[in-house]
């Protein structure tokens, strides 16, 4: 337990602005954050504030050399207003993994857990109850102490900032196998949700926009042979009745979704392989009419159904299916989220 969480109240609330029936996925932020300091060595007690600017010297070590890593999980409100987490201490685990490879001290269980719940308490009715919505919730953490020397900085901040959020809709995505640029590579940070990950996936992804494509699928930096990303989220393909998805490994982001569907296919009997996918074998499924779904998995989409792939200048569009497994995983996994269905995995967590 972290004894005394304070908590500086907003003056007013921003609630009564807010259309929780018209809400985008992030762009909206609650009255209050959490805040934790590292200074002389160690994490000082979090602080819960009113949301808003933060004051950063020029010379933050953030600004230079990119200490920065992040972590998306969302809040859920059931029928009966309680407040739900799921897997949450993944969350925090994934957090540590990210900081030690950035060189950024980790926080303990119980600054995250405590301030996490505490926030989530003090903030409970952002959490909206429309179907699909939920409280996006964004911890984040990175160097502001200074200084232009290419080395770890000595302060950090770790805050928590949360955004209730519509349902993630990302309407029939068609993708472009990437054979130019990677998102990650042999020995880097990819298995890190570091924040330069995603600013060097956005050139990339842009030129993929201009060619009519609405995400890149990654492919691993040797000879873009396999395929191991779908943008920011891991991917699965379905050939015949089987369910497939790349190992992880230091160019792979661990998902949580991506463990949850591994593990609810292996409860429900639909037969998973985790293995390398190489581009050949899914574009000879493609041909042969034996790929039956592609989708990307992650917390903000749970799933998001490809509905074509480009490679090498040919497009391939997936079949129309029903009852595809991107849909049963999904129902399954937001059953579980929204305390709407028993969780024999013992994934979901009690807020309040
Ligand atoms: C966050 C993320 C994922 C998905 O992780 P979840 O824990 O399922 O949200 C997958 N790939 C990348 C690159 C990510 O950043």
């Known amino acids: ?188 940070v990819g298995y890190a949700k570091a924040g330069g990950n995603y600013a060097g996936q956005f050139y990339p992804t842009q030129l993929a926009v201009e060619e009519g494509y609405h995400q890149v699928i990654w492919t691993d930096d040797n000879n873009h042979e396999f395929i191991e990303e779908a943008g920011a989220m891991n991917v699965f393909v379905r050939i015949n009745d089987t369910l497939i998805t790349a190992p992880t490994n230091d160019r792979i982001l661990d998902g949580i979704t991506r463990k949850s569907i591994l593990d609810i296919a292996q409860a429900e009997g639909i037969p998973a392989e985790v293995r390398k996918i190489s581009v050949k074998e899914v574009v000879e499924a493609a041909k042969n009419g034996s790929l039956q779904e592609m989708f990307g998995a992650g917390t903000a989409a749970v799933v998001s159904p490809i509905a074509a792939f480009g490679y090498k200048g040919v497009d391939y569009e997936l079949p129309e299916i029903q009852n595809s497994y991107a849909s049963q995983l999904k129902k399954r996994i937001t059953d579980i989220q929204y305390n709407r269905a028993e969780d024999s995995f013992g994934w979901r967590f009690k807020v309040s």
């Open 1 to 188: 337990m972290v004894n005394n969480i304070s908590v500086e109240k907003a003056a007013t609330s921003k609630i009564h602005n807010v259309d929780f029936d018209n809400l985008s996925f992030g762009n909206t932020f609650t009255d209050h954050m959490l805040v934790c300091d590292y200074e002389n060595g160690a994490w000082n007690s979090p602080k819960i504030v009113p949301y808003g600017p933060i004051a950063l010297e020029p010379s933050s070590k953030i600004f230079h050399y990119g200490q920065s890593i992040f972590e998306g999980m969302k809040a859920y409100k059931d029928e009966a207003d309680g407040v739900w987490l799921f897997r949450p201490l993944e969350n925090w685990k994934r957090l540590n993994k990210s900081a030690k490879r950035l060189a950024i001290p980790e926080l303990p269980e119980s600054h995250f857990m405590d301030g996490l719940t505490s926030l989530l308490r003090l903030e409970k009715d952002w959490i909206p109850k429309n179907p699909g919505s939920s409280l996006y919730v964004r911890p984040f953490m990175f160097a502001s102490g200074t200084g232009f020397h290419a080395s770890p900085a000595d302060k950090y901040k770790f805050i928590i900032a949360l955004a209730p959020s519509g349902a993630y809709f990302s309407g029939k995505v068609k993708v472009k196998i990437e054979e130019t640029y990677s998102r990650a590579a042999n020995g880097g």
